[in-house]
């Protein structure tokens, strides 16, 4: 069959191809510590599991509305008013199977050809995949490790121009851990104010950020009117199968998006909503161990990468990702993440992966046990003290 052209557009997410290599090397009998994916490996909490279950029982597999049940919409609208500040209403919440629909649906809606999308670099690789493939002109502006990976706000300015449509942000960050600061995000409405330009704000990780306070753009007034949030289940509550995520955005625009989800995937399962009510509504105790987890794993790891021969690695503000500095080793980032694959059965991301600014860098993901951390730091060690030598 011949594809359609728009599918040479389309990229992918490298965290996914590295694990089905890493999965063949342990077919083979190795043993690999995977530091590579994105995923909180702890198990949904008890409650949250046991309404799922209790819906189901009550036989909550039919169909739903496309925009997501309103008892899932009312509870969403509570939360991100309580979290943000603000005053969300059911009908600006659309929910969705995972997130990352609310990612392309948004671009895919509001991005004609020609028009620019500013996005972050390095950033998580579906950013510029979805602006390409809907034709959008993806530019990119970079984050770099002598400012904590946050932008500098004149480069910022002068990526912005009047064919600015969308502003992705990030914050905390994949795959850096940098987190923007409140007047990073002045600078940004200031840009997206003066250009008329949507702002897409994927606030993901905002429950995992380890120093200081969570600012979200959904709390700037000026801003109510050309915003769009993301945000979900699968880090905080550790639901990444359950695919439950959720935008909030204008009414109007709301309405279109719920068509996109009509016309694509229909409605999201309902026992798994019920279940992301128990999750919001609920008892939030695991929430709060899990993160205290990752801070812990967090200074584990940064202090171990700092003492791997031509690693330098910054302390991540949020997240779950180390994203050292390896230049000092004189490999290429790919070349790199092979060969601690190969050689050392750690599976890891090149920063290249995330973008031309990735060059440089490598991504560990420490959503594992400390155990398998400290067992990866010492192989990564010797690793590279071989290409030392």
């Given at each position: 069959?011949?594809?359609?052209?728009?599918?040479?557009?389309?990229?992918?997410?490298?965290?996914?191809?590295?694990?089905?290599?890493?999965?063949?090397?342990?077919?083979?009998?190795?043993?690999?510590?995977?530091?590579?994916?994105?995923?909180?490996?702890?198990?949904?909490?008890?409650?949250?599991?046991?309404?799922?279950?209790?819906?189901?029982?009550?036989?909550?597999?039919?169909?739903?509305?496309?925009?997501?049940?309103?008892?899932l919409r009312e509870v969403i609208a509570e939360h991100v008013s309580t979290t943000r500040?603000?005053?969300?209403?059911?009908?600006?919440?659309v929910v969705t199977p995972g997130a990352k629909p609310i990612m392309f649906f948004s671009?895919?809606?509001?991005?004609?050809?020609?028009?620019?999308?500013?996005?972050?670099?390095?950033?998580?690789?579906?950013?510029?995949?979805?602006?390409?493939?809907?034709?959008?002109?993806?530019?990119?502006?970079?984050?770099?490790?002598?400012?904590?990976?946050?932008?500098?706000?004149?480069?910022?300015?002068?990526?912005?121009?009047?064919?600015?449509?969308?502003?992705?942000?990030?914050?905390?960050?994949?795959?850096?851990?940098?987190?923007?600061?409140?007047?990073?995000?002045?600078?940004?409405?200031?840009?997206?104010?003066?250009?008329?330009?949507?702002?897409?704000?994927?606030?993901?990780?905002?429950?995992?950020?380890?120093?200081?306070?969570?600012?979200?753009?959904?709390?700037?007034?000026?801003?109510?009117?050309?915003?769009?949030?993301?945000?979900?289940?699968?880090?905080?509550?550790?639901?990444?199968?359950?695919?439950?995520?959720?935008?909030?955005?204008?009414?109007?625009?709301?309405?279109?998006?719920?068509?996109?989800?009509?016309?694509?995937?229909?409605?999201?399962?309902?026992?798994?909503?019920?279940?992301?009510?128990?999750?919001?509504?609920?008892?939030?105790?695991?929430?709060?161990?899990?993160?205290?987890?990752?801070?812990?794993?967090?200074?584990?790891?940064?202090?171990?990468?700092?003492?791997?021969?031509?690693?330098?690695?910054?302390?991540?503000?949020?997240?779950?990702?180390?994203?050292?500095?390896?230049?000092?080793?004189?490999?290429?980032?790919?070349?790199?993440?092979?060969?601690?694959?190969?050689?050392?059965?750690?599976?890891?991301?090149?920063?290249?992966?995330?973008?031309?600014?990735?060059?440089?860098?490598?991504?560990?993901?420490?959503?594992?046990?400390?155990?398998?951390?400290?067992?990866?730091?010492?192989?990564?060690?010797?690793?590279?003290?071989?290409?030392?030598?």
């Amino acid at each position: 069959m011949k594809l359609a052209e728009r599918m040479s557009r389309l990229g992918t997410e490298t965290a996914f191809e590295v694990l089905v290599k890493a999965r063949a090397l342990e077919a083979q009998g190795r043993d690999i510590v995977h530091l590579e994916v994105g995923e909180p490996d702890f198990p949904t909490a008890p409650n949250i599991v046991e309404a799922g279950i209790r819906a189901l029982r009550d036989g909550k597999t039919k169909y739903t509305p496309s925009a997501g049940i309103l008892e899932l919409r009312e509870v969403i609208a509570e939360h991100v008013s309580t979290t943000r500040g603000v005053s969300i209403t059911p009908n600006q919440v659309v929910v969705t199977p995972g997130a990352k629909p609310i990612m392309f649906f948004s671009i895919l809606a509001l991005v004609d050809a020609g028009d620019e999308v500013l996005y972050p670099n390095p950033g998580f690789p579906i950013y510029e995949s979805m602006i390409n493939y809907c034709g959008g002109t993806p530019v990119p502006y970079v984050l770099r490790e002598e400012n904590n990976f946050r932008f500098d706000p004149d480069e910022f300015r002068a990526k912005a121009n009047p064919k600015t449509k969308m502003i992705i942000i990030n914050s905390p960050q994949n795959p850096t851990g940098g987190v923007l600061e409140p007047d990073d995000l002045q600078v940004i409405a200031e840009v997206a104010n003066k250009y008329d330009a949507v702002i897409f704000t994927d606030e993901i990780y905002n429950e995992m950020l380890y120093d200081g306070k969570f600012s979200s753009l959904l709390s700037v007034p000026t801003l109510s009117e050309r915003l769009v949030m993301l945000d979900g289940f699968s880090k905080s509550y550790a639901m990444t199968g359950w695919r439950l995520g959720w935008g909030i955005m204008p009414a109007p625009l709301a309405e279109h998006i719920t068509r996109l989800q009509t016309n694509s995937n229909s409605c999201v399962a309902g026992f798994v909503q019920y279940a992301g009510i128990e999750a919001l509504k609920g008892p939030q105790d695991s929430v709060r161990q899990m993160v205290a987890a990752f801070k812990e794993r967090r200074d584990v790891i940064v202090e171990g990468l700092n003492a791997v021969p031509g690693f330098k690695c910054l302390k991540p503000r949020g997240a779950f990702y180390a994203f050292p500095n390896v230049r000092a080793t004189s490999w290429d980032s790919r070349k790199l993440a092979d060969y601690l694959l190969c050689e050392a059965g750690v599976a890891c991301l090149s920063g290249t992966a995330f973008g031309s600014a990735g060059e440089g860098y490598v991504r560990f993901s420490y959503a594992n046990s400390l155990e398998n951390i400290k067992k990866a730091l010492t192989r990564i060690r010797e690793a590279v003290e071989k290409i030392q030598d």
